[in-house]
């Protein structure tokens, strides 16, 4: 399939906004919305094959080449420091990265004082050097579901994580207090292949790039 163009996207809204984006200019991948446990999809006629993957295996699976394009946020991309062309902001997918904590705590926290703090995170990498650019020791503990549990129940004092609306951290007695990143969803291009399949994969992203 060395001529077909091959692209990784996560399940979930993602998904669906990337269907919806391609559809306008005339790339047809609605299958990938059916209801099956399918994982790679091939359309013969626009020759175009799809893989659906985890959002955070999708750097990999461009950088290796096993897909040419991929589409993933922008946290995922920080956090995985992977070999790749990013020539798109897709500007959907829209959420922050941020640092909170309890409201009591914050009551009389100083961020300018923060020394030896311990965070609680699934972006371990990209926590290192936020607080590293800030010269603040952290002691970092790397979670993989449920991060607002930690200062809940002791574990850490701080949590890093996405905030979309905010309201998981209201419900859970939360609140954010340091700004890290603003993170949307973002193409991905494996470098290899854009030189090896240049006029597609330019046609590709010129018809993106009008869209968005």
């Known amino acids: 399939m060395t001529d077909y163009v091959t ?13 919806a984006l391609f559809k306008k200019i005339g790339i ?8 099956t446990r399918k994982l790679v999809f091939v359309n ?6 799809y893989m659906i993957v985890r959002a955070t295996d999708v750097p990999t ?6 897909a040419d394009l991929g589409i993933v946020g922008k946290d995922t991309l920080m956090e995985a420091e992977k070999d790749l062309y990013e020539p798109l902001d ?4 829209y959420c922050r990265l941020m640092v909170a904590e309890p409201v009591e705590l914050s009551h009389k926290d100083d961020p300018s004082a923060w020394n030896n703090i311990r965070i609680a995170t699934k972006y371990p990498n990209v926590t290192e050097k936020y607080f590293a ?13 449920s991060i607002e549990l930690a200062p809940l129940v002791g574990l850490s004092e701080r949590i890093v994580d996405l905030v979309s609306t905010g309201e998981t951290l209201k419900q859970n007695g ?19 292949s854009l030189k090896t399949k240049h006029d597609r994969i330019s046609k590709i992203i010129e018809g993106l790039e ?3």
């Open 90 to 93: 897709l500007k959907f997918g």
């Open 133 to 145: 650019s800030k010269g603040i020791q952290v002691e970092i503990i790397k979670l993989y579901g």
């Open 61 to 66: 699976y461009v950088e290796y080449g096993c």
């Open 210 to 212: 009008q869209h968005i």
């Open 28 to 35: 047809d991948c609605e299958e990938l919305l059916s209801d």
């Open 7 to 19: 692209i990784a996207i996560p399940k979930g809204r993602i998904l669906q906004d990337s269907v």
């Open 174 to 192: 939360l609140v954010e207090v340091e700004h890290i990143a603003e993170i949307t969803c973002r193409l991905i291009v494996n470098r290899a």
């Open 44 to 49: 013969e006629e626009q020759k175009m094959r």
